[in-house]
């Protein structure tokens, strides 16, 4: 081709060189798209054209650029240093917000779908500003942290289902195997005779309920990983078809007796029944190896533990440590009161402590007090108890060691209580003043401890005097309408009378009242 | 104008309430639900002091304020409030309940110990004779069969058992019938004497303390219509 004589195959405009061709369609026929550049509109026409052979061909999707800043000449500048962009050539604008830079300072690439937003999956790579390189999510977010929750649930439930899937299937197996062995039992009971033909018919039926792994190709147990050899025999569990050993300290496989297993797991549909069957004497036992073992009775063990109530000391003492989590809940309720109330008196020593703060330091310390005794007499009672063996002895003598350490450890706060109230006592005397009846009462309040009987009698008064009251107040209504005036007078005094007991009785219960 | 305050007090399903509401309202009620707390009533009576040549011939008026409690050993907590500062205690039994004589003396220790003031007037009842009167007369006819079931018809109590214990006591005395209304009349009259006889000297020199306030400086309040002839009021 002569070089000197090329032309657009367009436009047909003719061009000195290649290169000034491929500029020329680039720019003005727009055919490149990493090289876009701005558009100029002069040569409508021939993008109409283009358009045309371009919809008669396949079709180009384009990316978005109506939000591009136009190239005005000598009037654009570039956005990051600022320098007039004088020509069109150097002058581009970001592919992403549009605005015009210089080519030099358009250096990144970022992945943007056909409407100009970032789309790190599907997009193409297209020149873009610093700014919107810098933007862009994931760039710079360091600390930021992603909820992967979810697709740990995802892959947990996924598990768990596995996990199912496997106990159903062994379960299965366990029941076809019990059942066919019992009715092999039962086809050849009682006659010597059969008693080979029995035991092969069965070592059949076990092959056929699972696959048994060759022999040949294991060379160490499935469970404890040990090389079998001339001691350490090698056995198949009759559920999995796995080889494993019969060490008697690890434990990795056992011969269980069918009727224990059939009552271990009475919920499973067994063909016979364990009880009415009296299978329980059938000499026919079956080896599984404690990877099943654990996964079908493990969870039925652990349900039917849960279901039984504890007996003896254990029972007392999951009421002590039910006791000991109310304390250890209140006790730093109660120290902060007790500092509260320490500051305060420290402040000003004259100033008797606010009664208020004093009586809800008061209620908590009872209440802590109590606990205390509970958790002593339950102590108390559970060494008392005669143990059954001599674990029970050990665990009494640790459990009576532990409690009493906890019981010292916890209740110094509590000794501080009357330390603070006594100088104050002792300060009012010197002062002879009006402080010393309320020291007085307050350390009334102090020792004053209700019962769960007085408790429950103050609960019913004041239920009986709300009633009462709500009573007279629906009466003076009533009277209000026949304008029995002098009547009303002394059903208000009576409703004042009541309303003052039942707050003598609310603040008599305190916090024991309805909530 | 004397004004009372009185309580009734006794076990559950005596009939303190139909006592009061035949005084009160002159009505009985078969199916009487039981008292919640503790119910107000008021009534107002007239007796005739006659305590021969003082110098009081006219009536008074004797308004009582009732307060009806209930029985039940739940609302015990509310009976002192009633109680205190009461006028007059009516201690109301059942006599055909043999316990509802030992509630009732229960209730009469109580008022001893805890009012403790010789001005109490307290009122010993026993109720329902009526059930008594028919009882060895006639067969039972079902409409008074109120009880429900014939045990309970038989008198417990004798009258000279209560009696004895009244006088011991020094408490006023008497049966009566709410049902039939008979003795309820009288009851209220022997207190409002009682009372009158007890409060008489601050009764009239209160009185006196009136008659004496009005000479002083009584105002006179002329309440009147407004004048029809006025075009700008309302009133025509």
């Known amino acids: 081709m002569d070089p000197v004589n090329v032309s657009c195959p367009i436009c047909l405009r003719k061009f000195d060189n290649l290169q000034a061709l491929n500029t020329h369609l680039d720019v003005e026929h727009r055919l490149n798209d990493n090289e876009d550049s701005c558009g100029s509109n002069d040569s409508k026409l021939v993008n109409d054209n283009l358009k045309k052979t371009n919809s008669s061909g396949k079709k180009v999707q384009k990316l978005k650029r109506s939000h591009w800043e136009k190239f005005q000449k000598g009037r654009s500048r570039c956005h990051a240093c600022g320098r007039a962009l004088d020509n069109e050539v150097s002058a581009a604008n970001c592919r992403k917000c549009g605005k015009l830079h210089c080519r030099r300072h358009l250096p990144n690439m970022i992945k943007l779908n056909l409407f100009a937003q970032y789309d790190p999956k599907h997009g193409k790579w297209y020149n873009c500003c610093h700014d919107c390189f810098s933007k862009k999510p994931g760039y710079n977010d360091y600390g930021g942290a992603v909820d992967l929750t979810h697709e740990y649930f995802k892959i947990r439930d996924m598990k768990k289902e596995d996990k199912n899937l496997r106990i159903l ?14 009715t092999i039992y039962k086809k050849y009971n009682g006659s010597i005779i059969y008693n080979l033909k029995m035991n092969n018919e069965m070592s059949k039926l076990e092959r056929t309920v699972t696959p048994w ?4 190709s294991v060379i160490f147990c499935n469970v404890c990983s040990e090389p079998f050899g001339v001691l350490l025999r090698k056995h198949h569990c009759r559920l999995c078809g796995m080889i494993v050993c019969d060490d008697a300290i690890r434990n990795c496989s056992n011969q269980i007796s069918i009727g224990y297993l059939m009552s271990a797991a009475s919920d499973l549909p067994f063909q016979y029944d364990a009880q009415k069957d009296s299978l329980f004497d059938v000499p026919v ?23 039984t109530p504890l007996s003896g000391i254990f029972a007392k003492y999951e009421s002590m440590q039910n006791i000991s989590k109310v304390i250890d809940s209140l006790l730093p309720i109660f120290e902060d009161s007790l500092n509260n109330l320490k500051s305060e008196t420290a402040n000003d020593a004259k100033k008797a402590p606010d009664p208020k703060n004093l009586n809800e330091l008061t209620r908590v310390r009872h209440k802590l007090l109590r606990s205390f005794n509970l958790y002593n007499t339950l102590t108390r009672q559970l060494v008392s ?82 009633e009462q009251c709500y009573l007279i107040e629906s009466t003076i209504q009533g009277y209000k309408k026949q304008r029995r005036l002098e009547e009303i007078v002394t059903l208000n005094k009576n409703l004042d009378e009541l309303r003052s007991r039942i707050h003598t009785v609310q603040s008599k219960l305190g916090d024991n009242g309805f909530s | 104008m004397l004004q009372f305050k009185l309580v009734l007090l006794g076990d559950s399903s005596v009939g303190k309430s139909s006592i009061v509401h035949r005084f009160v309202k002159d009505t009985f009620d078969e199916l009487r639900e039981s008292t919640i707390g503790a119910a107000f009533l008021s009534q107002s009576i007239t007796i005739h002091p006659n305590d021969g040549n003082e110098a009081n011939p006219k009536d008074v008026v004797i308004k009582f304020e009732i307060w009806d409690t209930a029985g039940q050993e739940r609302y015990k907590s509310l009976a002192p409030m009633y109680y205190r500062n009461a006028n007059a205690a009516l201690v109301v039994y059942d006599i055909t309940q043999e316990d509802s004589l030992q509630k009732a003396r229960n209730w009469v220790d109580e008022l001893k110990n805890k009012v403790g003031d010789d001005d109490l007037v307290i009122y010993l009842l026993g109720n329902k004779v009526d059930i008594c009167q028919e009882t060895p007369v006639v067969e039972t006819s079902p409409e008074s069969n109120e009880a429900g079931n014939d045990e ?5 109590i004798s009258t000279e058992e209560a009696g004895q214990y009244a006088q011991d006591q020094g408490l006023l005395f008497r049966e009566v019938s709410a049902k039939t209304g008979e003795g309820i009349k009288e009851i209220f009259q022997d207190i409002g004497e009682k009372l009158y006889d007890l409060k008489k000297d601050e009764f009239l020199s209160k009185q006196n303390r009136q008659i004496n306030g009005a000479n002083n400086g009584q105002v006179d309040i002329h309440l009147q219509r407004p004048s029809t002839n006025d075009p700008t009021s309302c009133c025509s």
Do not use: W
């Not at chain 1, 792994?213 to 040949?216: E, H, I, P, Q, Y």
């Not at chain 1, 599984?288 to 969870?299: A, E, Q, R, T, W």
């Not at chain 2, 309970?152 to 417990?156: G, I, M, N």
């Open chain 1, 213 to 216: 792994r060759d022999d040949r």
């Open chain 1, 169 to 182: 299937q062994l379960e299965n197996r366990f029941v076809r195997l019990v059942d066919g062995l019992i």
């Open chain 1, 285 to 307: 036992s079956i080896r599984l190896c404690s990877h099943c073992v654990s996964m079908i009775f493990l969870g039925r063990k652990f349900s039917k533990d849960v279901g």
């Open chain 1, 385 to 466: 108890t005669e143990p059954r063996n001599h674990t029970e002895t050990q665990l009494q003598n640790s459990i009576k060691t532990a409690s009493a350490a906890y019981i010292n450890e916890k209740i110094l706060p509590l000794k501080s209580l009357p330390a603070i109230l006594s100088p104050e006592g002792q300060k009012t005397n010197h002062d002879e003043q009006n402080g010393e009846p309320e020291v007085k009462k307050l350390s009334q309040l102090m020792f004053e401890n209700l019962t769960i009987k007085e408790v429950k009698e103050l609960r019913q008064e004041l239920m009986v005097l709300k």
């Open chain 2, 152 to 156: 309970q018809k038989v008198r417990a």
